[in-house]
């Protein structure tokens, strides 16, 4: 019989169009490649980048996704570190040029290629995908795909924001909105010792936020949220996870002296950040940025997950999108 060299992806043909199931041929590794065949991808916010078109010269049909995990099929030529069968995870960092100025400084992170999983390269909604060597790492085996898929990116910049915060332990944390990506931060802030406050609207998430470990809820729109964390002597950092920017700014005004916001979604609006307040600075997810008044933002990793087969990704990304959804999504490919 046969063997099919056809996989199942899930593409987006150009800015603002669907998602579309579609037939193609599995790619094949270049040199330096590999190639995985896909038992988990994360359902993330950056997936509105490609979906949405919010990057120029962005090139169509692309196949989106950026949190992946799942098992080498077939190595590059010059691909010595890994072996048919390891299993791996693949973040929105897809690799680096090796060549440009940052890349010859160590400073991989900020390779001026913008190599990006999903959305420079294809990404993990298929069945099969190629990653290149160093932009992988190694998934061990008593984590499972669907719940581990979302820690290749989202834990890994939660855990890096809460760690670069400056919170020390019995300090207060807050955590701004309890979605998908909010609920790993009550955790992780939860299990480093801090005091961690969310910051919901209304009290629909208050029960979830207690079960996560959360020491106190506050509903966002029934109180004044920075007396609140005044209350508290202030927070010695914010996380500010939705991805808008209208409510961020007054939340400044709940730091402590010296205290820090931390963006780590994407926002597109103008944030308007008050002269009384340039005390205060944001440190954003891709690395030391100061905000000024009148900034104009562009931002940009033991979960809870909801799973949706691969053909419903359009359905993940709009619950996703809509806060519809408490948990994080991830497609399971088989």
């Known amino acids: 019989m046969a ?4 996989m199942r992806a899930m593409q987006i043909s150009n800015p603002q169009g669907k998602f579309e199931l579609v037939k193609r041929e599995i790619p094949v590794p270049l040199t330096n490649e590999v190639l995985i065949k896909v038992e988990a991808c994360g359902v993330c916010y950056g997936e509105a980048f490609i979906k949405e078109g919010f ?3 962005l090139t ?3 196949i989106p996704g950026h949190e992946v995990i799942g098992k080498i099929a077939k190595l590059g030529s010059e691909v010595d570190k890994w072996k048919v069968g390891d299993r791996v995870g693949v973040g929105w960092h897809g690799g680096y040029c090796h060549k440009c100025k940052e890349c010859l400084r160590g400073n991989f992170w900020g390779c001026e290629k913008f190599i990006r999983t999903g959305i420079t390269r294809d990404g993990g909604y298929a069945e099969y995908m190629t990653a290149r060597s160093e932009a992988m790492i190694a998934i061990p ?3 499972e795909s669907m719940e581990g898929a979302v820690l290749v990116c989202s834990g890994r910049i939660i855990l890096a924001a809460l760690k670069d915060s400056g919170a020390q332990v019995d300090d207060v944390v807050a955590i701004h909105s309890l979605d998908g990506l909010g609920q790993l931060a009550v955790q992780y802030a939860v299990m480093m010792g801090f005091k961690t406050v969310v910051l919901s609207n209304g009290i629909a998430k208050e029960q979830l936020a207690y079960k996560l470990g959360a020491h106190a809820y506050i509903d966002t729109t029934a109180v ?3 007396k609140k964390l005044n209350k508290l002597k202030g927070a ?3 996380l500010c996870l939705p991805p808008n920017g209208k409510d961020i700014p007054a939340l400044i005004a709940g730091l402590e002296q010296n205290g820090k916001m931390v963006i ?3 926002a597109h609006e103008t944030m308007r950040i008050y ?3 340039d005390r205060y600075f944001t440190d954003f997810a891709k690395g030391g940025l100061t905000v000024t008044p009148d900034s104009k933002i562009f931002t940009m990793e033991i979960p809870i997950v909801d799973i949706f087969p691969l053909e419903q990704a359009a359905k993940a990304y709009n619950k996703m999108m809509n806060s519809k959804v408490l948990f994080r999504k991830v497609l399971k490919m088989y």
Not at 3 to 6: A, R
């Open 275 to 277: 002269r009384e307040l």
């Open 236 to 238: 010695r950092a914010i």
């Open 3 to 6: 063997i099919s060299t056809l």
């Open 60 to 62: 169509y049909p692309r």
């Open 224 to 226: 004044d949220v920075v």
């Open 55 to 57: 990057f120029s010269g």
């Open 264 to 266: 780590i979604t994407a």
């Open 141 to 143: 085996a008593e984590l």
